[in-house]
Nanobody
Framework: QVQVVESGGGLVQPGGSLRLSCAAS????????VGWYRQAPGKQRELVAR???????NYADSVKGRFNISRNKARTTHYLQMNSLEPEDTAVYYC??????????WGQGTQVTVSS
């Protein structure tokens, strides 16, 4: 069984910063990639940032230059540093962990609200 737990969401003013964390745990898990997604009310879930095992990253155009995905040395916790936040970034943020075994797992989501 794989567990994925996100944390770090909250309320922040426009221009502010937040850092989200995604911790993956489980027996013999081999992570191929981790992605951060978000879903705003009435909208489809979209990919925000993604990191593969070899460290390759990609970002949605809307967050390039503002968001950064990183991880710890053990590659079990991934972070999403979000800077210069805008009201349009308000959404529930989800972490998706994709394993080499071919399965993927979602966290429960964490709310990010950008408002003055």
């Amino acid at each position: 069984q794989v567990q994925v737990v996100e944390s770090g969401g909250g309320l922040v003013q426009p221009g502010g910063s937040l850092r989200l964390s995604c911790a993956a745990s489980g027996r013999s898990i081999s992570i191929a990639a981790v992605g951060w997604y978000r879903q705003a009310p009435g909208k489809q879930r979209e990919l925000v940032a993604r990191m593969t095992r070899d460290g390759t990253t990609n970002y949605a155009d809307s967050v390039k230059g503002r968001f950064n995905i990183s991880r710890n040395k053990a590659r079990t916790t991934h972070y999403l540093q979000m800077n210069s936040l805008e009201p349009e970034d308000t959404a529930v943020y989800y972490c998706n962990v994709y394993l080499y075994q071919g399965s993927d797992y979602w966290g429960q989501g964490t709310q990010v609200t950008v408002s003055s």
